[in-house]
Structure formats: structure tokens, C-alpha cells
């Protein structure tokens, strides 16, 4: 009896158990309903970060369809630009780290110090390492500034590979201290960012410190930059740096080398300072090897230093002319070569040069993108050597090569199946291992190899024979080997303007601005085409999404080019068709597509915004089926998210999208409840009916009363027929 009471007789038991496993499946239930949502919610992301960047409506000017110099920026501040977030929404880092690479007597060159700390891959730590010194029988002493790419070995989603971005400060000079009595060290700044002009000063600045203060220095220096402001396209910053303020132009768009050098000012610093300010004197200078950074009353970097960053090479803005001086009447043949995706090998005889004219040849097609594969300085211990050296096995066959899994077959065999590229490299050994490249340039001469520096004995290997190495390089002969015929002449106006002038920098603007205007007139009537694939403004409406971009067909496009009268680019209109006919065809003509349309898709979603924000609910609803406010309620809802979690929109704006959703919902409960009193009368009016039926069926069905009496009883008296016989 205890027991049953206490609650332990088998059916409580059984009881307890059924309960518990109940207990167990409504929570795997809710679990899984919980996994689902999740699920549901990671794939809707997904799909927004999918749709070509047509949802991220950051920008709010229109673009310029008839120009092709389009820089799309934003009037509106209450928009944060997503492409200055990363996926994961971070803001990007102007630098990820700096770091120190030494020569290893034993070993080579070594990664000594990273800040912060980086852990690299093998392969990426091997080819950092050497691009971060000179790759041939270098004699120089003092230091040298230039720029790399990078590869990460992990690869994008779509088969492509990811760059950081390397500026390198190398010295080499006497240094009894060490056993082989010479210094060879680089500091590296590494960055997602092309700002070439922008960060060869920050090296400028701060490699020289670095010998005087050490590592200590660097963290210094990344705590600057750290404290810069948020990095956007399209605004100028001052950007303080170890007492320096250098004021820098963020271009409009990422990819293409951005080379103009910030404009360098010296800044007065506090008393406190901040942020890692230095103050340094030439008597408080520390030795190389490290040790605290000295403080005094002396403001900014020591005359002393200035002294030193005059050995320091080529640190000006990279121009046309101070690269390709020898080549001034090749200019337009190269301007081709790049525009069509040619490969290039450009062989110079330092890293310095060699990077500096590999970024000018990059910029001589702006503002078109240079989409194929550029290394601004390339070594033969770089892990992708044996890549391109197996083009040159390869005849017209198409290498199984993911990196350059979009781009067409005719690319190839017209180029001994080299992919768009161009190399910069400083080892004479190339010549043999990429000689049969289509077109090589050889810049620079023994004078400039050696740069005015005095030459010691090198440590780097001569894997080069002498007779070659003075064949080609050592010869004083800067040249072009090239079999391919250029579609344009020499403009003979701007030759004249060179040799008329007597100004590096007057030739240079004259250069740049004469191969931005080809470039421009070059693309007006593909600008024009495309331009007839946009949909009109006044086909967007708030109850559809916004409407298709036309498919671009070449050959319709060729046809409207050749069937004008207009000349572009070239007097000669057969060879002019040609060159369109072959632009069509190249890598940059697809980036060049595929950026216009994703442009023209996040203008017209833009629009989209616009007509949602500008619209007038309550009037555009009236008389709208219930299945219309369903779905304008989705897309509403749908804007709302985005402008929620991906730009930081002001809170008018939000509170705007929220109106017309209140404004939508209570328009369908209105439309719900006349339904339900419409359904509510009808069900009235038809049980009155059924009362007056069924009341009309018992009144037929029902006995009558008659209102007459009965007749009483009567005597009927029959007359009888009396028949006689």
C-alpha cells in the first residue's frame, strides 16, 4: 500500500517513462524545427550575398552609361558601402602585418619576425621570402624599394586565387658583425590593397627607422595604421604615420594598381603624442639590433634619416615616360598588347625597375582593368615557376590550369598557349626557361644595374652562362621582341610634345592623359551598346522585382560599330573592326562586361529602393487583390533585412520600410475582416433563406382545414327504369 502511495507500482512507473519519452521527442522536435530555421535563415543569406551584388544598394548615384571613366560613389551617408566590408562583416584592414626576412648564411633567406604574428603556409612562406630579395647577380649596396604579389594557396570559391600585396624595403651594405661581413635584410609591409604609391612611402618611412629602433619600431608603425580611419572608396584621408601625415585618395574602385605617390607632409607632434607618434634625434638613434625608441623634444623623423632615404630608388610616382624612355614610339604597341591580353615578359635588371614597369604597363589601359595574371617581380624559386615554364612544352594546347578556368581557348593558341599574363623579372635565365613567350622587353642597362652603388661580392648563385647574361641584359640595349603588328600609328603630336620638352614630369601627364583618352574613346561604342541593354527607368515598379539586363551579342555589336561612319580610334576602319574583333574576345573584355552589368544591376536596384521608400501605399493598394499585398509585404520585408543587417542606414529610413509594412499588413486585415463579415452576411442571409424554406416546405406539406361546413345527411332517392318486356 506505502508503495502504490509513494508512486512506485508499475503503472506510475509506466506512467513516468511514457512521459519522459514524450518529454524527449518534443524536444528533438523543437531541435530540429530550430535546425531548420537556422538552416532556412544561412540559405536566405546566402542568396542575398549570391544575387551579384544587385542587393547591395550602398550606392546612390546613377551610372554614367555614356562615360567610361564611371566612378560610382554615394551622396547618401546613412549607406555604408559593402565593399568596404569583408563577407564575414569586418571592416578591412588598410595592412595585415609586417615582416622581417634575413639571409641565412646555412640556410638562405628565412623568415625571422612577423607583426602580428603570421602563420604562413610552406609554400606561402618560401615565396615571401624570396620575392622579398633580388633574384639575380645582384652588385647593388644601399637600399632599393618595390612592390610583389603574393599568392595565398588557398583559392576562391570560382577557382581563382587570392594576392596580398607586398612592399618591400631590402638593404645590403657592410656589416662586420655578421661572419660573411654583410647585411641583407628586408622589411615587408604585406596588404590586401594595390595602394602602390600610398604604401612605397610608408616603406620609405619606416624601413630606415626600423634599422635604427628594431622590431619595436613595427609595432609602433601597425598601431598607426591601425587607428587610421575606416577604409572607403572614393574619400581622401590624412593618414598619420611615425610623424608623417600622408595625404592619400582612396580610388573608386579596387583591382587596377593605384600608383600616385600621397602627398608627404611633416607633423608637429604633442607633447603626450598618440597612437604610436615618434620623436627621434640623430644622437638618440639606437643601434640596428633593436632596443627602445628613443624620445626627446625633436619632432618627426631626423635629417639624418631624409639623408639616408635619398639612396632609396625610384620612390616618385611610377610614370610611363621614367619607364619606357627608350620606348616612347612603342608605347602604342604596347598599350595593345596589354588592352588584347598578349602575354608579356619584361626582364629588367633590378626589382625596383622591374616592378615599377610591369604597374606602368598595368595602368596604361586605365580605366580599363588588366584581368589577366601580373606579378610585378617574379622569381625562379616562386612555387608557380614551374607553371608558366610548362606553357613552353605546350603548342596551342590549352593548359588544365584552374586559375584561368574563364577564359576562352583562342587566348591560348594564339599565344603558344601562354594564359593573359605579364611577368616582371630581374634573373637572365628566364629568357631561356620562357623563351618562346610572343613578346619580351628588355629594360634597364648595366649602369642601372648597378645604380650608382658600390659592388661587393654577391651571395646570390650565377646560374647564368656570360655569353647569354651579355647577350641580352648586360648588352646596354633596351628592346622588343615581338611579332606582333600593332593596329595603331604613333600619334606624331605627342611624339613631338617629347622631344619639345625638356620636363620628365610635363612628358608623363602628356603620356597618361593622351592613353586615358584612347582608352576612353576606345571603349564609346561598346558604352553605346550596352547602354540599349539597360531597361527603361519607367518599367521599375514596387510589385515586381526590378527588371533584366539584355544579353550582350558581339556580333551585334560588331555590326552597329561597322555599320556607323564614326571612326574611334584608327583612320583605317577594317583594321579598327579587327580590334574590337579581338578586344571581344579577351579576359578584359569580360571583366569589363561583367562590371558594367553588376553596376547597372545595383543601379537599378537603387532605383528600386527608391520607388519602395517614394511610394505612396495606401493609393498604389487600392482596389489590389490580397495575393499583391502578400507578395509587396515579402518584398518590403526583404528590403528591410537588408538595410538591417547589411548597411548602416539611418533610422528615418528603416522607420520608412516599417510604415509601409504596417501599412501593407493592416490593409490585408482590413481585406480579411470584409471578407470574413462579407462571408459572415452571406451565411446570414443564406440561414434567413433556409429558414424561409424550410418554413415554406412545412406549410406544403402540412393538412388544410376546410372553412366550409359538411353537408348534412340527405335522402337520396334513386329513380328506377321500369323496362318492359
Not at 628565412?110 to 633574384?135: G, I, R
Request: glycine share 6%; charged share 20%; aromatic share 8%.
Amino acid at each position: 500500500m506505502n508503495s502504490i502511495i509513494g508512486g512506485t507500482d508499475p503503472l506510475s512507473m509506466i506512467f513516468k517513462e511514457e512521459e519522459i519519452k514524450k518529454q524527449q521527442i518534443l524536444l528533438e522536435k523543437e531541435e530540429k524545427e530550430k535546425q531548420e530555421q537556422q538552416q532556412k535563415k544561412l540559405d536566405k543569406d546566402n542568396i542575398f550575398k549570391l544575387e551579384e551584388e544587385g542587393k547591395k544598394l550602398e550606392l546612390s548615384t546613377k551610372v554614367h552609361i555614356q562615360h567610361p571613366n564611371i566612378s560610382t560613389t554615394s551622396d547618401n551617408n546613412s549607406l555604408l558601402d559593402p565593399s568596404n566590408l569583408t563577407l564575414n562583416g569586418k571592416k578591412k584592414k588598410w595592412i595585415n602585418s609586417f615582416c622581417i626576412i634575413n639571409f641565412d648564411l646555412e640556410i638562405g633567406q628565412v623568415l625571422d619576425y612577423s607583426f602580428p604574428q603570421v602563420n604562413f603556409k610552406e609554400e606561402e612562406s618560401t615565396n615571401l621570402c624570396f620575392l622579398s630579395f633580388p633574384d639575380s647577380n645582384s652588385h647593388l649596396q644601399g637600399d632599393i624599394i618595390y612592390s610583389f604579389k603574393l599568392k595565398e594557396t588557398s583559392s576562391l570559391g570560382n577557382g581563382q586565387c587570392n594576392f596580398q600585396y607586398g612592399y618591400v624595403f631590402f638593404r645590403q651594405e657592410k656589416d662586420s658583425s655578421i661572419s660573411r661581413g654583410y647585411l641583407q635584410k628586408s622589411v615587408v609591409l604585406l596588404s590586401d590593397e594595390s595602394f602602390v604609391g600610398l604604401f612605397k612611402k610608408v616603406m620609405e618611412i619606416v624601413g630606415p627607422l626600423y634599422f635604427d629602433h628594431g622590431n619595436t619600431l613595427l609595432e609602433v608603425a601597425y598601431q598607426n595604421i591601425m587607428n587610421w580611419p575606416e577604409l572607403k572608396l572614393g574619400q581622401t584621408y590624412e593618414l598619420p604615420i611615425l610623424g608623417y601625415i600622408l595625404t592619400f585618395h582612396v580610388p573608386h574602385t579596387r583591382g587596377t594598381p593605384h600608383i600616385i605617390d600621397p602627398v608627404v607632409k611633416q607633423h608637429q607632434l604633442g607633447g603626450g603624442g598618440g597612437g604610436g607618434s615618434l620623436s627621434s634625434s640623430p644622437s638618440s638613434s639606437s643601434s640596428s639590433s633593436g632596443g627602445n625608441i628613443p624620445t626627446g623634444n625633436t619632432t618627426g623623423v631626423s635629417p639624418s634619416i631624409w639623408s639616408e632615404m635619398k639612396l632609396v630608388s625610384n620612390l616618385k610616382s611610377i610614370d610611363i615616360y621614367g619607364c619606357f624612355k627608350s620606348f616612347t614610339t612603342k608605347l602604342w604597341m604596347l598599350w595593345e598588347l596589354v588592352l588584347l591580353g598578349h602575354p608579356l615578359l619584361v626582364i629588367s635588371p633590378n626589382p625596383p625597375m622591374c616592378s615599377d614597369s610591369v604597374l606602368a604597363l598595368v595602368s596604361l589601359i586605365s580605366p580599363l582593368h588588366y584581368c589577366g595574371d601580373y606579378r610585378p617581380y617574379f622569381t625562379i624559386h616562386d612555387t608557380d615557376f614551374h607553371k608558366y615554364t610548362s606553357f613552353s612544352h605546350l603548342s596551342g594546347t590549352r593548359p588544365d590550369d584552374s586559375n584561368n578556368h574563364n577564359q576562352d581557348d583562342s587566348e591560348y593558341n594564339n599565344n603558344n598557349g601562354i594564359p593573359p599574363s605579364i611577368l616582371g623579372v630581374t634573373n637572365p635565365f628566364f629568357l631561356k626557361a620562357l623563351g618562346n613567350w610572343p613578346n619580351i622587353l628588355t629594360i634597364g642597362t648595366t649602369q642601372q644595374r648597378l645604380g650608382g652603388f658600390k659592388k661587393i661580392k654577391s651571395s646570390l648563385p650565377n646560374i647564368m652562362s656570360k655569353d647569354l647574361l651579355s647577350r641580352h641584359v648586360l648588352d646596354n640595349k633596351e628592346k622588343i621582341l615581338s611579332e606582333y603588328k600593332p593596329f595603331i600609328s604613333p600619334n606624331k603630336s605627342i611624339l613631338k610634345k617629347i622631344t619639345e620638352s625638356a620636363d620628365d614630369d610635363i612628358i608623363n601627364e602628356v603620356l597618361r592623359t593622351h592613353f586615358l583618352q584612347l582608352t576612353q574613346k576606345f571603349l564609346i561604342p561598346l558604352e553605346r551598346y550596352f547602354s540599349i541593354l539597360l531597361p527603361l527607368a519607367k518599367t521599375i515598379s514596387i510589385f515586381q522585382r526590378p527588371p533584366r539586363l539584355k544579353p550582350f551579342i558581339k556580333e551585334e555589336c560588331l555590326n552597329r560599330i561597322m555599320e556607323t561612319d564614326e571612326r574611334f580610334i584608327i583612320d583605317n576602319k577594317s583594321k579598327e573592326i579587327e580590334l574590337y574583333k579581338q578586344f571581344l574576345d579577351c579576359v578584359n573584355f569580360k571583366q569589363w562586361l561583367d562590371d558594367k552589368r553588376a553596376q547597372a544591376i545595383k543601379h537599378l536596384n537603387i532605383l528600386y529602393r527608391k520607388a519602395i521608400l517614394d511610394a505612396d501605399i495606401h493609393t498604389l493598394l487600392r482596389g489590389k487583390p490580397i495575393s499583391t499585398a502578400t507578395d509587396l509585404l515579402k518584398r518590403v520585408e526583404d528590403q528591410l533585412i537588408l538595410e538591417e543587417n547589411l548597411f548602416q542606414t539611418s533610422k528615418e529610413i528603416k522607420d520608412k520600410f516599417k510604415s509601409h509594412i504596417e501599412i501593407i499588413r493592416q490593409y490585408k486585415n482590413n481585406f480579411d475582416n470584409n471578407n470574413n463579415n462579407n462571408e459572415n452576411n452571406n451565411n446570414n442571409n443564406n440561414n434567413n433563406n433556409n429558414n424561409n424554406n424550410n418554413n415554406n416546405n412545412i406549410l406544403s406539406t402540412s393538412p388544410i382545414k376546410s372553412t366550409t361546413q359538411p353537408p348534412s345527411p340527405t335522402t337520396v332517392t334513386t329513380k328506377t327504369t321500369t323496362t318492359t318486356k
